[in-house]
């Protein structure tokens, strides 16, 4: 499954760090839709999109740890990559909420990240190679594996405190 030498990225006006927005006021060619536009028109909410877009950044940032020193060609990952980055992603910054997020914006599998990274690429705000393929997205990993963690009541630390008891009369 998936896998290849396809590259994705963002248009440069896109590219922004961890807690910034992307400078619109680059002209983007070809006349893109918005976020939003291209949003309606999924089975997606624009927080989706959002965390893709995000993600996508976090992805390129451990892969090129320059990104804006490197030519935007040079930029990229493949769809494999990017699922990792973005599973990395959704742990470092939501933690073991990631996986209920990604259920209430209807991720479901790696497969809707492809979707999600395409309907923007045909929106015009992303850029794919002639090789990219929704094909590159399809079971990177199973989310049931990689978002659920147990965490048993044993495992977690507590103080060294008497424990209280209960006494029934």
Excluded at 93 to 110: D, E, F, H, V
Excluded at 123 to 135: F, I, K, P, V, Y
Aim: glycine share 6%.
């Amino acid at each position: 499954p998936g896998g290849g030498a396809s590259h994705l990225w963002l248009h440069p006006a896109i590219i922004f760090q961890p807690g910034q927005e992307p400078n619109m006021s680059e002209p983007i060619p070809d006349n893109p839709k918005t976020l939003k536009q291209i949003a309606e028109e999924s089975r997606y909410p624009i927080d989706a999109f959002h965390f893709v877009r995000r993600g996508l950044d976090y992805t390129v940032q451990r892969f090129h740890k320059n990104p804006q020193a490197t030519e935007e060609k040079e930029r990229h990952v493949n769809g494999r990559e990017l699922c990792q980055g973005l599973r990395e992603y959704a742990m470092d910054r939501y933690g073991l909420l990631a996986r209920m997020l990604l259920r209430r914006w209807n991720i479901q599998r790696t497969d809707d990240f492809g979707r999600i990274v395409f309907a923007m690429v045909e929106g015009g705000l992303m850029h794919a190679t002639e090789n990219d393929s929704l094909r590159d997205f399809e079971q990177v990993y199973d989310f049931d594996e990689v978002f659920n963690m147990r965490i048993s009541v044993e495992s977690v630390p507590y103080a060294d405190a008497p424990t209280a008891s209960v006494k029934h009369d």
